[in-house]
């Protein structure tokens, strides 16, 4: 009975370990396939959209998009 409750309890914390060190693995993968936005990235889709933006404007979307992540 405490042997069993002793395997549980060894499993868990092993999946635990092992499902850390993939989530941790996967999220390093993911940041250098697609990077966070930078200011270049916001002038360029501007740019794309027509629109000549200021660095005021560059700044406020920057600001903006750092509330949201």
């Given at each position: ?17 092992i499902g850390f ?16 936005i930078n200011e ?30």
């Amino acid at each position: 009975m405490w042997m069993d409750i002793l395997y549980i309890l060894i499993g868990l914390v092993i999946g635990l370990v092992i499902g850390f060190l993939l989530a941790r693995y996967l999220m390093k993968k993911q940041l250098k396939e697609n990077p966070p936005i930078n200011e270049e990235m916001i002038k360029a889709l501007m740019r794309g959209m027509g629109r000549n933006p200021s660095q005021k404007q560059v700044n406020q979307l920057m600001k903006q998009m750092s509330r949201f992540q």
